[in-house]
C-alpha cells in the first residue's frame, strides 16, 4: 500500500483561517444581536446573572465557510471537491440549520417547527450525498473478520437524518455553561481529525475519505476562534444558532468518514479506524446523552412533563457541590478528552499485545477525572466529619 504525506501545512491554514475569521466576527455580531434585541434573558434555570447577547454562532458558521472557501484554493486539500460534493453538503446544511437557530434565538421557536427544520438540514446532506451506506458487523468466520452490510437509499437516508438530528440535539442540550459546548466540540473535532487523517494515510489518499479530515479542521477553528469571547465569563452565547451548527458539522464529518467507506477492505485494525469517527460522536455526546436520560426519568418520577426545564443538570450538580463555573467546564473538558481520546487510542494500539497497557491508561485517565469531579464533596464530607468531631468533643468536655 503506497504512503503519502498528509498535507498538514494546509490543515493548518485551513485551521488558522477559521480561528481568525471567527475570532474577528463574534464581536460584530455581539453587536448586531444587541441591536435586534436577541438577547438571552434571565431564568430560574440558568446560570448567568446578567442579559447576554446570543448568536455567536453565526460568527462561528463564517469562520468554517471561510476556511473551507480557503481549502478550494489550496494544492492537495482542493482535490477533495472533485471526489465529491460532501463538503458542500456540509455547508449548504450548516446554512440551514443555523438559520433555523438565528430565528430560535430571536423568535424562541416552538419545538415542533424546530425539529422540521433540523430534519430539512439533515435532509440537505443527504441530498448532496453525505449519507450512511456501509455497515461493518464482526463475523469471526470472514477472513476479514467481518462482514460489510449495505443500506438501500431509503435506509441511507433514514439513518442519516437521525444520526444528525440526534447530535445537533445532543450538541445544543450540552451548551449550559460559558465555553462548555464550544470546547467539547474542539475536542470531539480534534478526535475525529484523528481519526479521519489516520484513515486518509492507510488509504493511500483515496479522495473518497479526504473531506472528514478537512470539516473537522474548519470545525475546530470555528470553535477555538469563538472561546476567548464565550469563556467564563461569556460576553456572547453561542445560541442555537451555534449549538445546533456544531451538531450538524459533526455529523457530517462522522458520517462522511464511517457511512461510506467499505472498512473490511482495510483489514482488522484499519477497520477499528474506519468506524473511529463513530465511536468518537457516541463517546462525546455519552455525557449529554446521560443527563438528558437522567432528567426525563428524575422528571417523570416527580410527576413533571418529561422536557420541563430545572436546575439540576450535571453542570448545575458541579456547581451545587462547590466547583466553580470554570472548574466545572474544565472538568467536563477533562470528560471530553479522556472519552475522546480513548476512542482515539483504538486506532493506534495493537489490542491484541498491548491491550493492557490501553486498558490501565483509559481507567487512570478515568480515575482522575472522576477523583477531580468529586473532590469537592469530598472534602466538604471530610470538613463536616471533622466538625461533627469537634462539637462532640467540646460537648464531651462540657459535660465533665
Request: with cysteine; glycine share 10%; hydrophobic share 55%.
Amino acid at each position: 500500500m503506497t504512503q503519502y504525506q498528509l498535507p498538514l501545512k494546509e490543515y493548518a491554514l485551513v485551521f488558522g483561517s477559521a480561528v481568525v475569521v471567527t475570532f474577528l466576527l463574534t464581536g460584530l455580531v455581539r453587536w448586531a444581536a444587541q441591536r435586534a434585541g436577541a438577547v438571552t434573558p434571565i431564568r430560574d434555570r440558568d446560570v448567568h446573572t446578567a442579559p447576554i447577547p446570543r448568536l455567536g454562532g453565526v460568527a462561528v458558521y463564517a469562520g468554517f465557510a471561510a476556511a473551507v472557501v480557503l481549502s478550494m484554493q489550496l494544492a492537495t486539500l482542493g482535490n477533495a471537491y472533485t471526489a465529491s460534493s460532501e463538503i458542500a453538503g456540509v455547508l449548504t446544511a450548516g446554512g440551514v440549520i443555523c438559520l433555523v437557530g438565528v430565528l430560535d434565538d430571536r423568535f424562541d421557536l416552538d419545538p415542533v417547527t424546530k425539529l422540521a427544520g433540523q430534519i430539512l438540514a439533515a435532509g440537505v446532506l443527504v441530498l448532496f450525498g453525505v449519507q450512511w451506506r456501509l455497515l461493518w458487523l464482526p463475523d469471526p468466520d470472514s477472513p476479514s473478520g467481518g462482514t460489510t452490510v449495505g443500506f438501500d437509499q431509503v435506509q441511507g437516508t433514514l439513518i442519516t437524518i437521525g444520526i444528525t438530528v440526534v447530535l445537533i440535539n445532543a450538541m445544543n442540550f450540552i451548551d449550559g455553561l460559558d465555553g462548555l459546548l464550544a470546547g467539547v466540540a474542539a475536542i470531539a473535532g480534534i478526535a475525529v481529525f484523528v481519526f479521519s487523517s489516520r484513515q486518509l494515510y492507510l488509504s493511500a489518499n483515496d479522495l473518497n475519505g479526504s473531506q472528514p479530515p478537512l470539516i473537522a479542521a474548519a470545525l475546530v477553528g470555528a470553535c477555538v476562534g469563538f472561546l476567548p469571547h464565550n469563556f467564563s465569563s461569556a460576553r456572547v452565547f453561542m445560541g442555537d444558532s451555534g449549538a445546533m451548527f456544531i451538531g450538524l458539522a459533526m455529523a457530517g464529518a462522522t458520517i462522511s468518514a464511517s457511512g461510506k467507506i467499505d472498512p473490511s477492505a482495510f483489514g482488522p485494525r484499519s477497520t477499528i479506524a474506519a468506524l473511529a469517527p463513530l465511536i468518537v460522536a457516541l463517546a462525546v455526546v455519552f455525557i449529554p446523552v446521560l443527563d438528558f436520560l437522567m432528567a426525563v426519568i428524575r422528571r417523570t418520577r416527580q410527576g413533571r412533563h418529561p422536557f420541563s426545564a430545572d436546575k439540576q443538570h450535571l453542570h448545575h450538580r458541579m456547581l451545587a457541590i462547590g466547583h466553580t463555573h470554570r472548574q466545572a467546564v474544565l472538568i467536563f473538558w477533562m470528560w471530553a478528552a479522556v472519552l475522546a481520546g480513548g476512542s482515539v487510542g483504538l486506532v493506534f494500539v495493537d489490542l491484541e499485545r498491548d491491550g493492557w497497557v490501553y486498558g490501565t491508561g483509559v481507567l487512570v485517565a478515568v480515575l482522575v477525572a472522576a477523583t477531580c469531579s468529586a473532590w469537592p464533596w469530598v472534602r466538604a464530607r471530610r470538613l463536616g466529619r471533622r466538625r461533627r468531631q469537634a462539637v462532640a468533643g467540646d460537648a464531651a468536655d462540657l459535660a465533665s
